[in-house]
């Protein structure tokens, strides 16, 4: 139990961090940081949440993370089941966070000023449609989680790595959004969508939720896997044999 609740807990404080920030940048508009400010809060949200859980759970906080320890024998399936939804709950319960705090706000000000949570989506990650079809989008999930589960893996999995604590797979994080972010949102974590996704979709805030929803959980899974595979196989594996 201890370790569902670090989980939940650890992917709490990345979504509500990480929508909460979008909402911010929405209702404040060019005073804000923009695109770094969203970068450096799910930045710094991802490596507390991932130190601070660590030692109990294996600081995973996102079903593309506790995939890949799936692949590679780290987890049982049952126990990799159980992380799941403990880190949906826990990305749900930051939905609904968020929406209390921001429902109500506009950006800009005035009555018919927009609506903070319809103009963010709640903060939850979405590509545009027209510009990028549902396959490149799943291939920039891909690409970005493998990269953040790679340095999971180098950073925390590997019994040679420095003592970083979640610091490096937060600047991870931080560096994929800079690139991901105006293309897809760069979730790398289906929890991040699902959580404020499903809270928006069900309050009337998001119309693409269910129709994009695929991408960011194919995208980041099989990214998070291949980097996995990759890490277990080819660098931990050949550091054995040597």
């Known amino acids: 139990m ?34 770094l400010g ?3 809060a799910h930045g710094l949200a991802l490596s507390i949440a991932v130190s601070a859980t660590m ?36 990305g749900v319960i930051a939905g609904l966070l968020v929406l209390a705090i921001f429902d109500g706000m506009t950006a800009g000000g005035g009555e018919t000023a927009a609506s903070v949570v319809k103009e963010a989506g709640l903060g939850t990650p979405f590509y545009d449609a027209a510009k990028l079809s549902m396959g490149k989008a799943i291939l920039v999930e891909g690409a970005l989680t493998f990269l953040l589960v790679f340095a999971v893996f180098g950073t925390a ?38 959580g404020p ?33 990759v890490y277990e196989k080819l660098i931990l594996a050949r550091q054995k044999d040597a």
């Not at 370790?3 to 509500?16: M, N, Q, S, Y």
């Not at 030692?55 to 992380?83: C, D, E, F, W």
């Not at 019994?159 to 600047?171: D, E, N, S």
């Not at 009337?204 to 899974?221: A, C, D, E």
């Open 2 to 35: 201890s370790k569902l609740v670090a989980e939940a807990l650890g992917t709490f404080t990345l979504c509500f961090i990480g929508a909460g920030s979008i909402c911010t940048a929405t209702m404040v508009g060019a005073g804000y940081a923009g695109l």
């Open 38 to 40: 969203v970068a450096i």
């Open 55 to 90: 030692n109990v759970s294996g600081g995973h906080v996102n079903p593309a993370v506790t995939a890949a320890m799936l692949i590679t024998g780290r987890i049982k399936v049952s126990g990799a089941a159980q992380y799941v939804v403990a880190q949906l709950i826990g």
């Open 157 to 194: 999995v590997d019994p040679r790595a420095p003592k970083l604590g979640g610091f490096a797979i937060g600047l991870t994080i931080a560096m994929d959004i800079l690139l991901g972010g105006p293309l897809t949102g760069a979730a790398m974590n289906p929890a991040r969508t699902f």
């Open 197 to 229: 996704g499903i809270v928006a979709a069900a309050s009337g805030n998001l119309k693409v939720f269910w129709s994009q929803h695929v991408v960011y959980w194919v995208g980041p899974i099989l990214g998070g896997i291949l980097a996995g595979l």
